[in-house]
């Protein structure tokens, strides 16, 4: 009946032990395959994998593993929609949820709209009659919610810039027309000149807008922040305390890193990829060869460097060696071991940004953590922001609107005659009409008799 | 009582521009048809400005013509000024607009009627409908005659209990020196149909021999013509045929106003002064609109010169034009200067109107109120809800304008003769016609004012545009049997010279470039090409300009008229009963119980219905198994 395949997440939005991404559809096991690495022995593609099971694996999305996953696998029609089903159980809170429905929509899966699921399960006559009003007050809550959502829940300032942006579209539109509609009247709409510079305005606006949700890419996205120093200076130790558990194996042996490592943490409501490298020294085999080199590779997309000293030791060679390698590049240096007797000497200007920590008594890590989002994010991070960005038909139609715009205002410039300019710009207002539910036509006159004296 | 012998297929009760369209469209078309007027000699009366066309309302003539329709003729045989409005803009708001000989247009049109074959004209005045269990069946006369036929088209314009005002002397009418229908809205009422009340104005006419026109700006018409109608040829050759003896005026139509007058008549361009302005805040209190005397909603499109002076006081000067009303007649229609002040104001006040010093008014400004139907009781068919087999067209519908009631016209005439056939209706989509868009607006949204189009509420304006009437609508009017046979060849052929022309630019090269990406540039127009095709006409040239110049807009505009068809061709049974929702908030199942809309795309545009109400019809209908909508 349908030939998408749909996707979304299905749990509650927010800090919790799990989340699931659901996959329903035709090619649900296809494109779950397409991001699906099963492991362990017993573990299976999706497209293979027995009715009613669960699969173990990893979701990966552009090379890089994304979460450790269980995926349940439902063939039709003994599923909630009757169609194909593959339901992805990561791990909790907003973070790997939207990771893994980005890598699940970027393997060809739809985002779902709201209350499809429930849609698709009653079209496909899973539901019965009896249990309709159900499913109307699921597509009312929903859709509605979708609504209230752009238009009360983000009351702030978001979305009074949407609303602002939109009049100003409006205001823009409604010159334009009134000189179609009333080239025989008196009235003065604005002129090319003025339309541009309006246009700009609106441009100008969007952007910042679309740069919010830039801001909201890292925050979905994660900053990149690798630690660095001569073995055994406590890197993985850190990393473990960072986490709030133990993931790196952490031995006094030096070199026991043989494999970067990435974690995501969540320090002051920022996700932070933490990438641990291998001790960044000569190799002694090739085994040590091969962390090296992706050692070398995870610092060069690093956004900041992490670079751990033993305070309990003099500076070595290979400390300088790293403060040299890393002069040039973001870094905030981290004193460890701050728990036994001082014995590292730095120069003024690198003591002052120093932080000193203790990963075994866990002391000065809170102000780690505070310089490390101070380095990371200049600003304040709102839940607003969160909530905006998670929805990503929002920056869509903000993206289809901005180049409505730029097509808009270049065809002024280039003297396109004015219905033409039109074109595009009700395809602008509309594309903002979308965030808060409104179309172009509704109250386009209105803002034309209300600007201008008409009645020839 | 006397019941007369002749059963008709049609009654029609009007002959304004809705009734005349909609009489000859269904005795064109084959029926039996009977016109009812209170007064032959005002059949296709222009009771305002006798003006035709402008930016949107030429669209809707172009559309009524390509349909086979009689206003573009009609129009192109009695104007006295003929304009092409915004050529400096694109082409989707190129607008023809003519300024007519008022007495030369009625008296053609009545002429036309009367010679209309099936068609039948009688004076009457119409003062009941009949109905019986919910079917109009006829309708009775002040003279006791009854009427009795299969469909009922009501076209009474601003008769329903018309009340005019001058300043607070009020006056029974529905145009000045005219009879109001007083007794038929009782009739539309006792059927169950809501009415409201609607307020419209006419500046005064003034003697053009005491007018100064040294200090107006001069608008002559266009040359050549640009006439209304698709069909030329017939202009030239089939009518007044004999007329064609005169050689020396070939350049008009024979028998036509222009060619009786050897040119055409200039309007005038004028202005208010602060004189008018003070004068009539001084007069205020003595306006029945701002003595609150006057309950009818009026357009703000088309405010009286007390409404303008007062929204918007830092305007220094409102301007005026000044418009011939025929060519054997001195008076002057005063464009942008309706007014319901006092006649004894009127008089000082046109004398505050630059070069209007010495003005003598000939008739007074007035304001007139009527009744409407709530066109949202009707079906798009322009049928009514309450009773079966009876269409409303007009003004009664709440529009404004002798083009909109043509449309309307038009297609309650189509409608009423395919249900004497028992065929379906036809309904204008909005991507097909600005009657479509006219149409749907009524029935879906209503209106609070005198409605009148404009091309910015067209979504698709682009591909609606007044050079491609015939495009849109020839074959359709041919196919319901309106558009004669001959006409509808014309079209064919010509499409076919511009298909063929198309065809040569794409394959024909020039060295690396085609013809066809030649002409896309900007600068380059069709005659710059290095090889052309001789003999082309002039529209043949435009329309293989338009579509290559601005194939990427149209395009683009195609996309989003896909997008709406998705919606647009779901069907919602006629008798599907939305209480069986469950979960649907009553509101919305109260409107879409009262509209009862045809397609979801239509009850989306109806206000107050949620995305989400469209979301579970739609969820509705598909599990019931949806059908689509077979595309006429």
């Not at chain 1, 159900?134 to 859709?143: E, G, K, M, N, W």
């Not at chain 1, 969007?206 to 949700?213: I, K, Q, S, V």
């Not at chain 2, 694109?90 to 008022?102: E, F, I, L, M, T």
Request: proline share 4%; aromatic share 6%; hydrophobic share 40%.
């Amino acid at each position: 009946m349908f030939n998408d395949t749909i996707a979304a997440i299905s749990t509650p939005l927010g800090e919790g032990g799990l989340a699931v991404v659901r996959l329903s559809g035709r090619e649900a096991f296809a494109v779950g395959d397409r991001c699906f690495r099963p492991a362990g022995k017993s573990s299976q593609p999706l497209a293979s994998a027995p009715t009613h099971t669960i699969q173990f694996g990893r979701i990966v999305h552009g090379g890089r593993m994304v979460d450790e996953v269980l995926v349940a696998v439902m063939r039709a029609p003994r599923t909630f929609t009757r169609e194909d089903v593959a339901e992805i159980s990561c791990h909790g809170g907003l973070l790997p949820a939207k990771l893994v429905l980005d890598a699940v929509l970027a393997s060809g899966a739809r985002l779902a709209e709201p209350g499809e699921f429930t849609k698709r399960a009653f079209l496909n006559g899973r539901i019965d009659l009896a249990q309709a009003e159900a499913v109307a007050d699921i597509i009312h809550s929903q859709t509605e919610l979708a609504l209230a959502a752009a238009n009360e829940q983000l009351a702030g300032k978001l979305s009074q810039r949407i609303h602002r942006l939109r009049d100003e579209l409006m205001h823009t539109l409604a010159h334009v027309e009134a000189h179609l509609d009333f080239p025989e009247e008196d009235i003065a709409p604005d002129t090319r000149e003025a339309l541009e510079a309006r246009l700009e305005r609106s441009l100008a606006f969007m952007d910042e807008l679309l740069a919010t949700a830039a801001e909201g890419q890292i925050l979905r996205r994660g900053v990149r922040v690798a630690i660095v120093g001569r073995p055994n200076v406590g890197k993985s130790s850190l990393l473990n305390q960072l986490l709030g558990r133990d993931r790196a194996i952490t031995s006094p042996i030096p070199g026991t890193t043989r494999d970067t490592i990435e974690e995501t943490a969540n320090i002051r409501g920022l996700p932070v990829v933490l990438v641990d490298t291998a001790g960044l020294r000569e190799a002694g085999d090739a085994i040590e060869a091969e962390g090296i080199r992706r050692s070398r590779e995870a610092l060069a997309r690093a956004e900041l460097v992490l670079h751990v000293l033993d305070a309990s030791e003099p500076l070595m060679a290979a400390d300088e060696a790293f403060l040299r390698e890393f002069a040039a590049t973001r870094r905030l240096l981290v004193l460890n071991k701050a728990d036994r007797p001082r014995r590292l000497a730095l120069p003024a200007e690198l003591a002052a940004g120093a932080v000193a920590v203790s990963c075994l008594s866990g002391a000065g890590l809170e102000a780690l953590k505070d310089a490390l989002k101070e380095r990371i994010w200049s600003g304040e991070i709102r839940a607003e922001m969160l909530q905006v960005m998670i929805n990503s038909r929002h920056q869509d139609a903000l993206r289809r609107a901005r180049v409505a715009t730029e097509t808009a205002r270049d065809a002024l410039r280039q003297n396109v005659s004015l219905d033409l300019v039109a074109v595009d710009l009700r395809i602008a207002v509309n594309a903002v009409g979308e965030v808060v539910g409104r179309t172009a036509t509704e109250n386009l006159l209105d803002s034309i008799f209300g600007q201008f004296c008409l009645g020839k | 009582m006397f019941v007369y012998p002749k059963r008709y297929d049609v009654i029609v009760v009007g002959g304004g521009h809705a009734g005349t369209e909609a009489a000859l469209a269904a005795a064109r078309m084959g029926c039996q048809t009977l016109l009812l007027t209170m007064n032959l000699d005002t059949i296709g009366q222009m009771s305002c400005n006798p003006a035709i066309g402008g930016i949107a309302k030429g669209h809707l003539v172009r559309e009524i013509d390509a349909l086979g329709g009689e206003m573009a003729r009609n129009t192109d045989m009695t104007g006295l000024q003929f304009r092409m409005l915004n050529t400096k803009k694109g082409p989707s708001v190129w607008a023809p607009r003519a300024q007519c000989d008022k007495k030369a247009y009625q008296f053609r049109l009545k002429y036309v009627c009367e010679r209309q074959q099936n068609l039948d004209c009688y004076q009457a005045q119409t003062i009941k409908l009949l109905t019986d269990d919910g079917m109009a069946f006829g309708v009775e006369t002040s003279m006791e005659i009854q009427f009795h036929g299969t469909t009922v088209v009501i076209t009474t314009g601003t008769f329903l209990r018309g009340l005019m005002h001058v300043g607070f002397q009020r006056q029974e009418g529905g145009r000045a020196g005219e009879a109001a229908a007083t007794t038929l809205s009782g009739s539309l009422h006792e059927i169950g149909l809501e009415l409201g009340r609607l307020k419209t104005g006419t500046p005064p006419r003034l003697n053009r021999r005491s007018i100064d026109f040294s200090q107006m700006e001069i608008q002559p018409g266009d040359e050549p013509v640009p006439y209304f109608t698709n069909w030329q040829d017939d202009l030239f050759h089939m009518e007044h045929s004999d007329a064609s003896a005169d050689g020396a005026h070939h350049r008009y139509p024979p028998g036509s106003v222009l060619h009786q007058i050897r040119g055409q008549l200039p309007c005038y361009l004028t202005a208010t002064t602060q004189r008018t302005a003070e004068f009539i805040r001084a007069n205020l209190d003595k306006s029945p609109l701002y003595a609150g005397k006057i309950k009818g909603i009026g357009p703000r499109y088309c405010p009286s010169i007390e409404d303008k002076i007062v929204r918007f006081a830092d305007k220094p000067s409102h301007q005026i034009f000044l418009e011939p009303e025929g060519v054997a007649t001195e008076e002057i229609y005063a464009n942008g200067f309706s007014t319901s002040l006092p006649f004894e104001v009127q008089i000082e006040l046109v004398r505050t109107i630059c070069g209007c010093e010495r003005a003598e008014i000939l008739r007074p400004a007035y304001a007139v109120e009527y009744d409407y139907v709530f066109p949202t009781q009707l079906y798009p068919s322009l049928e009514t809800k309450v009773c079966r087999n009876l269409y409303l067209a007009g003004q009664i519908n709440g529009t404004s304008g002798y083009e909109e009631a043509g449309g309307q016209g038009i297609m309650a005439g189509i409608n009423a003769a395919r249900r004497v056939r028992s065929q379906n209706p036809i309904i204008l989509r909005r991507d097909q016609a600005y009657i479509g868009v006219l149409i749907d607006d009524l029935v879906t949204k209503g209106t609070t004012e005198p409605y009148r189009m404009f091309t910015s509420r067209a979504e698709y304006r682009l591909i609606l545009r007044q050079d491609n009437a015939d495009q849109r609508l020839a074959e359709l009017g041919h196919d319901v049997g309106l558009l004669p046979e001959r006409h509808y060849q014309q079209y064919l052929r010509k499409w076919q010279i511009i298909a063929s022309e198309l065809e040569r630019l794409e394959h024909t090269r020039f060295g690396s470039l085609t013809l066809a990406q030649i002409l896309r540039r900007p600068e380059v127009v069709y005659r710059d090409l290095p090889s052309v095709t001789p003999g082309l006409s002039e529209e043949v040239v435009r329309q293989i300009e338009i579509t290559l110049k601005y194939a990427g807009y149209i395009d683009r505009q195609e996309e989003e008229v896909e997008k709406f068809r998705k919606l647009e061709d779901k069907a919602i049974p006629e008798d599907f009963d939305y209480v069986r929702i469950p979960g649907m908030k009553t509101e919305s199942r109260l409107k879409l119980q009262q509209i009862r809309p045809r397609t979801l795309g239509q009850a989306g545009r109806i206000s107050g219905v949620s995305p989400a109400d469209v979301s579970l019809l739609m969820v509705w209908l598909r599990r019931n198994g949806m059908q689509e909508v077979d595309s006429e």
